[in-house]
């Protein structure tokens, strides 16, 4: 969360209690990585609430520690993690041809994006009521495109209405991330993708009860899959 140690370690341990809830509600093995994304969120806040932590405190070696973690998380893990996801749950075969072909796209943005976390310092800041990452790179004009293209716009091509719906609530969230605080957009962004995290839970766990049209519901399955 971008406001508070108490808010991220809040928001990070309901998230990670969904995350639990979410992965109960799969039915197949292929839904997994989808589930999970609500967890690892959880894990991210609450790095964030130790960084929160480290300015009232001095800790500079956790503060760095967990600034990195943070960082892996924000930069290198959701371009790569998210079209995997998406592309495992995939069974029309262009379809996921198309969304592990924009998962590459992720692979390179994130090792380009890793380089410079790894060879210059990546330092934690609180500007107003915001964390601020220092993160040049990561605002460069293509570096963001591919970035959102890997996170978002690889869900359009989903054939499940719901993560196309998710796709596109992310790219809005980081247009108000971006509006709202430029300088803050990765704890920004990430606090708001975090709570669209929890449309997963609610998605599986109310598949069966029209809480979504039916033709945003996965197919359904007795059991997971052997």
């Given at each position: 969360m971008c406001f508070s140690a108490p808010a991220s370690f809040i928001a990070g341990t309901a998230l990670s209690a969904i995350g639990v809830a979410a992965?109960?509600?799969?039915?197949?093995r292929s839904e997994l990585p989808f589930a999970m994304i609500p967890l690892l969120f959880g894990i991210q806040q609450l790095t964030e609430g130790v960084i929160w932590l480290t300015f009232s405190y001095d800790a500079p070696i956790l503060k760095e520690t967990m600034t990195y973690l943070y960082s892996v998380f924000s930069h290198v893990l959701w371009p790569i993690y998210v079209p995997l996801a998406m592309g495992i749950m995939e069974a029309v075969r262009?379809?996921?041809?198309?969304?592990?072909?924009?998962?590459?796209?992720?692979v390179a943005v994130s090792l380009y994006l890793l380089y410079f976390i790894v060879a210059t310092p990546m330092v934690a800041e609180v500007v107003g009521r915001h964390i601020v990452y220092d993160s040049p790179h990561f605002y460069l004009i293509p570096v963001m495109?591919?970035?959102?293209?890997?996170?978002?716009?690889?869900c359009v091509f989903s054939s499940h209405a719901f993560v196309k719906l998710f796709g596109g609530l992310l790219f809005a969230s980081f247009?108000?991330?971006?509006?709202?605080?430029?300088?803050?957009?990765?704890?920004?962004?990430?606090f708001f993708a975090a709570i669209l995290s929890l449309l997963i839970y609610i998605?599986?766990?109310?598949?069966?009860l029209g809480?979504?049209?039916k033709n945003m519901r996965f197919r359904r399955r007795p059991h997971l899959a052997a």
């Open positions: 992965l109960r509600n799969t039915r197949v262009w379809r996921k041809k198309a969304i592990f072909a924009f998962g590459v796209a992720g495109v591919v970035y959102l293209a890997a996170t978002c716009v690889s247009a108000a991330a971006y509006i709202i605080h430029v300088m803050a957009l990765v704890s920004v962004w990430c998605h599986l766990r109310f598949r069966d809480g979504f049209p």
